[in-house]
């Protein structure tokens, strides 16, 4: 029998719904005999124990074998999970073909600083990164001009939309007919009326804030994919995209079009470490680019990331040191003193060594 395949759009428990790549015309009698057909282009599926038994988590996006439908029950088992292309956090979404950042004109008003992190975050996932500016309907036509070429310089021509006039909504859909796009942008700035208008027999819910933890911190609700009418596949996360940048770095300028493209002609800094500071001595990224000093903010940023990992790392190694008694795993020397005191044992271990 031909190997069923398809996309999971949302996983539920211990189950996952699954858009079938090709749907399946079922048969069926009704009641009075006559013949009458039904597509299906959905199943609901388990996952096969060895899938579970090799610890293979399955997530939204991920492309997935099927065995055994049972088309009457729409159900079916998941076989096989094939290797992902990529894999977005918070929340979870594998295979995504492009991250659409959505931010408005006005209400609230545009912000550069709050506009640029959300690009160099987006970056940093390497997945390709379109920006659509909505509410055109609130500002003149020089302010959305100023932003347009602006925004053209940072390497980001933007589409203007409004889902009020539906100016821009056609070209915008145009750019997301094949693959998964994930929608992202701060609450109030009209994903859910522009998923609405995307999806019109979705309605999801307009003008609604996505709850928050007594940290001001956004849940991550769950993650589904819809598909869209004309191909391709859409996904709202409102937990998408924290504002803590986690680049290593050394790829920092990676996530600066204005950066890359200095980079681009085969040209290098004068070290193959330049971090293309102000005192760097030939660097070529250095210059007057408007989002420079963006850069060098979230470079200091980025180190601090950095050190920060380095020191809970340090912090895990010293803790397995104390759990490893046994005297089997061999502990640093620095840590030597306060684990003496610890056991008897160790105690003794540590003299052994001491003598070799
Ligand atoms: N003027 C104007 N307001 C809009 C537009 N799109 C959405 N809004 C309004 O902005 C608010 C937030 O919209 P919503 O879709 O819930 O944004 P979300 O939080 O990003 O999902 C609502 O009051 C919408 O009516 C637009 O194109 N123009
Ligand atoms: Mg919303
Ligand atoms: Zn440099």
Not at 22 to 32: G, K, P, W
Not at 280 to 297: F, I, K, S, T
Not at 308 to 330: H, M, P
Request: contains cysteine; proline residues 4%; charged residues 25%.
């Amino acid at each position: 029998m031909l190997a069923l395949t398809g996309t999971v759009l949302a996983v539920q428990a211990n189950f996952y719904r699954v858009m079938l790549d090709h749907a399946f015309r079922l048969e069926l009698l009704d009641e009075l005999g006559q013949n009458t057909s039904q597509i299906i282009d959905e199943l609901l599926c388990t996952r096969r124990a060895r899938l579970k038994k090799i610890g293979q988590q399955i997530c939204v996006g991920d492309r997935v074998t099927i065995e055994e439908p049972d088309w009457h029950g729409k159900r079916g088992a998941i076989s096989e999970v094939a290797a992902r292309r990529n894999l977005l956090d918070r929340p979870t979404v594998a295979n995504v073909d492009r991250i659409l950042l959505v931010f408005a004109l006005a209400e609230p008003s545009l912000d550069p600083h709050q506009l640029s992190r959300f690009l160099v975050k987006a970056e940093s996932t390497q997945v390709e990164v379109l920006l659509c500016l909505n509410k055109r309907d609130l500002v003149s036509d020089e302010l959305w001009q100023t932003w347009r070429d602006r925004l053209k310089s940072w390497g980001y021509p933007p589409v203007a939309i409004s889902t009020y006039t539906h100016e821009g909504i056609n070209e915008l859909a145009q750019h997301l007919q094949t693959g998964v796009t994930v929608v992202a942008g701060l609450s109030g700035v009209g994903k859910s009326s522009l998923i609405n208008l995307l999806i019109p027999n979705l309605q999801v819910r307009v003008g609604e804030v996505s709850q928050r933890l007594g940290h001001g911190r956004h849940t991550t609700r769950h993650v589904e994919l819809f598909a869209l009418p004309a191909g391709g596949y859409l996904a709202d996360t409102p937990g998408f995209m924290q504002p803590n940048l986690t680049v290593i770095p050394q790829e920092l300028a990676d996530c600066f079009p204005e950066a890359k493209q200095r980079l681009s002609a085969g040209d290098v800094c004068h070290f193959n470490n330049c971090l293309h500071r102000r005192d760097e001595p030939n660097c070529l990224v250095r210059g007057d680019w408007e989002r420079y000093e963006h850069y060098l903010a979230y470079l200091e940023e980025a180190i601090a990331y950095q050190q920060k990992l380095k020191n809970t790392a340090t912090a895990d190694s010293s803790l397995k040191v104390k759990d490893a008694s046994d005297g089997k795993q061999q502990e640093p020397r620095l840590l030597k003193k306060r684990y003496r005191r610890e056991s008897r044992r160790s105690e003794h271990q540590n003299l052994d060594e001491e003598l070799d």
